[in-house]
């Protein structure tokens, strides 16, 4: 390749990390204000229209946030996918860089964590399995205490719900 070719790659590629470190620091501050409890609930909010929720997110947002990434929220919102916005902003870098897909790692609760649990799951298990891991929390109050993690087709399940199964399961088949 030319000296030429070479300087307006490095250039090009120098222009497309910038956007997506721009697009991945937009990601984190919609995400960071996603996790207010009176605007996720206004978002999610089936009597609210469409405009009240965009006026909504766009008043939660910084000042200087893209547009392309805000129209993009709004459209996620609309369709009732907020809860995917971590998710595609991991994706997005992925697309980016040519990697293969993350590993997702769906925590699943008796209880609504909170943030500061919900980082602490982030920074085990991303030491654990490593960066690029997508995140997605969920509460089912079946489990009745503990957690569910699925990273891949890992499972682990500290869930009282399970330990109970499994008491009663070692029971029934000492009584037969």
Do not use: C
């Amino acid at each position: 390749m030319s000296g030429k070719q070479e300087r307006v790659n490095r250039y090009a590629q120098a222009l497309w990390l910038a956007q997506l470190e721009r697009w991945q620091q937009a990601f984190d501050a919609a995400s960071h204000a996603l996790s207010e409890k009176k605007l996720a609930a206004l978002l999610a909010d089936s009597t609210k229209s469409s405009a009240d929720k965009a006026a909504a997110l766009e008043k939660a947002l910084p000042a200087d946030f893209p547009v392309e990434v805000a129209n993009l929220l709004k459209v996620m919102i609309d369709a009732g996918d907020a809860a995917l916005i971590d998710e595609v902003s991991g994706r997005v870098a992925q697309v980016a860089s040519g990697k293969r897909e993350a590993l997702k790692a769906e925590i699943t609760s008796a209880i609504e964590l909170s943030d500061d649990e919900k980082d602490k799951l982030r920074k085990r298990l991303t030491e654990e399995y490593g960066a690029g891991l997508t995140f997605s929390f969920s509460v089912d109050p079946a489990l009745m205490g503990g957690l569910r993690v699925r990273v891949g087709d890992r499972l682990i399940d500290n869930s009282v719900a399970t330990r109970l199964a499994t008491l009663r399961e070692s029971i029934a088949a000492v009584v037969r």
